[in-house]
């Protein structure tokens, strides 16, 4: 009972971080600081729905995760983006730091985004040691984000034909 009444207060510290350094997480992979929402460079997080194949079986929550993850690594300290251009949504393209931590690398190194290859190699390697150590997404055999996202697109073009 005491763990859980900490891991509340833990998060609710978080959370007030968050709020008061005008950082919003809004999935594993994109946030917003002031009017900018920025999508994290050369990774992509599971989609917050998604879930991923557990070691042993079974699934678990691993979108989720990787949008709470980021808010941990946010609370940690003051959050800053550069700028990389921007995507075809109008997300601006960048690294971002929380103090001298690179929350691009860390949500790679941790298990919780895949390097998005197709943009940058920049967390090849990173990547690579977190398939190996086996965390996270790596625990087992778990469909990348952009699959899942064009097996959503398809699937929701199919309900509009049949509409």
Request: glycine share 12%; with cysteine; net charge positive.
């Amino acid at each position: 009972m005491r763990l859980a009444i900490w891991i509340m207060g833990a998060l609710l510290l978080a959370t007030q971080a968050i709020a008061q350094s005008g950082v919003r997480i809004v999935d594993g992979d994109t946030l917003q600081i002031g009017q900018i929402t920025y999508r994290l460079a050369g990774i992509d997080a599971p989609e917050h729905g998604q879930k991923c194949a557990r070691r042993g079986g079974g699934s678990w929550q691993c979108g989720k995760a990787a949008t709470e993850y980021l808010q941990q690594l946010a609370a940690r300290g003051q959050v800053r983006c550069d700028d990389r251009g921007q995507d075809k949504y109008g997300r601006t393209i960048g690294v971002c730091m929380a103090g001298n931590k690179d929350l691009n690398a860390q949500m790679v190194a941790s298990g919780h985004a895949w390097a998005f290859l197709r943009y940058s190699r920049d967390y090849e390697a990173i990547e690579a040691t977190a398939r190996d150590r086996g965390i996270g997404i790596w625990q087992a055999a778990t469909q990348p984000a952009w699959d899942y996202r064009a097996d959503r697109w398809a699937c929701w073009l199919r309900q509009i034909r049949l509409s």
